[in-house]
């Protein structure tokens, strides 16, 4: 991966998402296009793959699944990693990042491409897989704290001690515009949906994939009942502390959802849904059932909305959900 100057890409992007306004999610839209254009030698263009509602066992349009765990590091996230990496200066202490684990993966990932050391602080939640993954991808790798949030606050200090370069996991302008190009290549694979449903943590995902269609398919968040962060942000009117209790905490219980993403969620998705955990285990059971692919909790989360009925499309709506991560143990996947 070779370091390529576009920082005029983004600069006029800072401060606009703490705005929001449409003409600065206009703005926005065309700066994905234009990261889009920057990562695309360097992520994969993950298949969209078209399903019979019938192989779940509902009625309906088919189903349009987005497949970002088949993305490199494992999830979306290496969008948003590489963005970073390419639109910003890395000093010689190199990137650090704090993560549940995908976002940390994503990091090493594009650090190792690009040849720049990789500190990667998760806290104890973060699944083994994901632990193993930033380690097979050689990043210094630190366990501390018992959430997100406290690992965030150890890789600030790491930051400020050494002058790395922080790669935020959501609230971050480049990561936004990184993981939009999920919603640009969605749309270029099935134009025609009318809605699209992504699950939510920290917000850089839906904030996105919201910042691309602008209205042109209905955006719907996806939450764990157990970590409702956008949901009790949209309650109180800006981010506030939400509960860490889910099988998906490692990927969507970030404490809080950010400042620029929720000013951008806020205007720009439509609603957002909460399901349970056990919804979100069965939608990982219904996708290694169907399409034998191993999703992780917080990667089934938004097909769950669906089989679960807490989404209930129209009868003509064409739905697409983006399956966001597959960093996972092969447990439990054939359970009746």
């Known amino acids: 991966m070779e370091s390529m100057a576009m920082n005029q890409a983004t600069e006029t992007t800072k401060g606009e998402t703490a705005r929001a306004g449409t003409s600065e999610l206009e703005r926005m839209r065309g700066r994905i296009q234009e990261v889009e254009r920057l990562i695309r030698p360097h992520i994969r263009r993950t298949p969209a793959v078209e399903v019979a509602a019938a192989d779940f066992g509902l009625a309906g349009e088919p189903i349009v699944l987005k497949l970002e765990l088949l993305q490199h590091a494992g999830s979306f996230k290496a969008r948003g990693a590489c963005a970073n990496l390419l639109l910003r200066e890395v000093p010689s202490a190199g990137v650090v990042a704090a993560s549940g684990g995908n976002h940390g993966a994503a990091v090493a990932w594009a650090a190792r491409a690009r040849g720049v050391p990789a500190k990667i602080f998760v806290p104890k939640i973060s699944s083994p897989a994901k632990v193993q993954r930033i380690r097979d991808y050689g990043a210094d790798l630190a366990i501390v704290g018992e959430n997100y ?188």
Do not use: C, M
């Open 149 to 336: 949030g406290e690992a965030l606050a150890a890789s600030e200090i790491w930051a400020r001690d050494t002058g790395a370069l922080p790669v935020h996991a959501f609230d971050q302008d480049e990561t936004i515009l990184g993981q939009g190009s999920v919603g640009l290549e969605l749309e270029s694979q099935f134009p025609d949906r009318d809605t699209v449903l992504a699950g939510v943590g920290g917000g850089g995902l839906i904030s996105g994939i919201a910042s691309w269609y602008l209205g042109r398919a209905r955006v719907v968040g996806v939450e764990p009942e157990g970590a409702p962060t956008l949901t009790r942000a949209l309650e109180a009117g800006g981010p506030v502390d939400a509960p860490v209790q889910s099988i998906a905490a490692d990927s969507l219980a970030p404490t809080r959802v950010g400042e620029r993403t929720y000013a951008i969620a806020s205007r720009a998705v439509e609603r957002v849904v909460l399901v349970s955990d056990d919804d979100i285990r069965e939608a990982r059971r219904a996708l290694w059932r169907v399409l034998r692919v191993a999703a992780e909790p917080g990667g089934a989360a938004a097909l769950s909305a669906v089989l679960s009925g807490r989404y209930r499309p129209g009868p003509d709506e064409k739905i697409a959900v983006v399956v966001s991560g597959g960093n996972t143990v092969l447990t439990g996947l054939d359970e009746p």
